[in-house]
């Protein structure tokens, strides 16, 4: 055989061995004509990863074409590239503590702050913390951000997001305790959402949710949404936010009470793109709200949707799916 073919031939197979082809899972279902300017007729989710005891918190990192995701029971991070599948990125993510336990241990939200450095919600350590690490050389050395409030230490942290100020909002349901509402380590009477400012100030945003769970910031950080994960209260919260970052005029933003209870999952994490459009994990799937709360469509999926991460142009936006990590080229 001809060398130079031969070298073609390898690079071809090489190239071959590069292009993935993944399986797809779900339905869309189009319920306005106005959702086929975000997700293209035709579109299906792929399933990209797989073999999680619970995944979430995904964090698209832009620069690094990379994806990471909590996988809470394991206590682990992995990372998602398209060249290498799913990896080993961080462990322990969310307990560092030597004595043994169960439950809802490791990460689960994740963000960058102004900085670029990864912020975690830590449910085993109860806490918010910044990693002391570069994003390409992962270690499990934290900084805590917040602890507890008022002397009383938080249930787990779940979800966070964090503003343009350096400030971050974060939820504070009681599923990272072992024996979750009934644990006797249960320091708080209520289920908070606190905010942390850069100076280390903690403060109490709001204590009237039952289940408060993903949250996220409309374009220009005047409108805060939190998702409450609560089958008995199944809404999403909307609050208006002033320039000192406090906020008011709490109200639903949708509700989905009476839904099928046969359907899996809850109001969960959420992301918005720069548009206003909503994008949540809720029960049967992913819903799509436009900036008003009115529901555009769904991707129905057979197991619970827990949070969703875009890409940095927008046009592709990655879900996680209980053991799965999903991807919706959407445009």
């Known amino acids: 055989m001809n060398k130079w073919f031969a070298v073609l031939l390898t690079a071809s197979l090489l190239g071959c061995r590069s ?28 399933i990209i990863a797989d073999g999680f005891d619970w995944s979430e918190g995904p964090l698209w990192l832009e620069k690094e074409q990379k994806l990471l995701i909590s996988d809470v029971p394991q206590n682990i991070i992995y990372q998602w590239t398209e060249a290498n599948g799913k990896q080993l990125y961080l462990t322990p993510s969310g307990y560092t503590d030597t004595v043994k336990r169960g439950g809802e241990m490791g990460s689960n939200g ?10 975690l919600t830590q449910c085993g350590n109860r806490q918010i913390a910044r990693m002391e690490a570069p994003l ?11 602890t507890n409030y008022l002397g009383k230490k938080f249930n787990s942290p ?10 971050f909002f974060f939820t504070d349901p009681p599923y990272g305790l072992e024996k979750k509402m009934d644990d006797p380590k249960k320091e708080m009477p209520y289920q908070g ?7 280390g100030e903690v403060s109490l945003v709001t204590d009237t949710l039952t289940r408060p769970n993903g949250i996220a910031f409309m374009p220009g950080e005047k409108t805060l949404l939190i998702a409450n994960s609560d089958p008995l209260k199944p809404n999403w919260y909307a609050y208006d936010v002033d320039d000192e970052d406090n ?3 709490g109200r639903i933003f949708y509700s989905d009470a009476g839904y099928d209870t046969s359907l899996k999952g809850h109001p969960d994490g959420m992301k918005i793109d720069r548009n206003g459009n909503v994008f949540a994990a809720g029960p049967g799937g992913l819903w799509i709200f436009n900036k ?21 142009d927008q046009k592709t936006i990655y879900i996680t799916n209980d053991m799965y990590v999903l991807r919706l080229k959407m445009r």
């Open 136 to 146: 390409d050389r992962p270690k499990p050395v934290f900084t805590p951000l917040a």
């Open 193 to 199: 959402v606190f905010r942390v400012k850069a100076n």
């Open 292 to 312: 008003e709360g009115k529901v555009l469509g769904k991707l129905r999926l057979q197991n619970a949707a827990s949070n969703c991460s875009l890409s940095g």
């Open 247 to 249: 906020i008011s005029n």
């Open 158 to 167: 779940n979800d966070v997001t964090g503003t343009r100020k350096g400030n």
């Open 110 to 119: 994740l963000t960058l702050d102004v900085n670029g450095n990864l912020i």
């Open 19 to 46: 292009t993935h082809s993944y399986p797809t899972t779900g339905e869309i279902e189009r319920l306005d004509p106005a959702l086929d300017s975000i997700i293209r007729p035709g579109a299906q989710a792929e």
